[in-house]
């Protein structure tokens, strides 16, 4: 007689909190892939500018580092949503066999990625490096 009181079951609870925190890195990466897209804007936009104004006057941006940029940013955030789903579907595997084992890697590199995405736009936007 086979019953069902030796399969492990788990908390719903559990699973909704884990698709809950999914679409969560889902919003942060497009917010990201937004921003990225912003930045690579913005720089079309100003040059745009100074060819209408056509004048001298117009400070243009040295380095034009801020499409390298902005796309950097959009990778983060392409990657940050694969990366997200790979990381949903193993927890709950990990769920599924009561087996789950939190993971802090994930927060460490995206903190580490706009930290470093952070620090390259502060050093363009300094006049004179």
Known sequence: MTTN???????PSDHLANERTFLAWI???VAIMGFGFVVVKFALFIKQ???VLNTKQTVLPGKGYSTQIGILLVGIGAFMALYSY???????KQLLNKAYKPSQLPSLLLTL???IVGALLVIYLIPGL
């Open 113 to 115: 990625a706009i930290v």
């Open 49 to 51: 500018i100074s060819l």
């Open 5 to 11: 009181e030796n399969k492990p079951t788990s908390n």
């Open 27 to 29: 919003r942060t990466s």
């Open 86 to 92: 790979l990381r949903y579907r193993n927890t709950e």
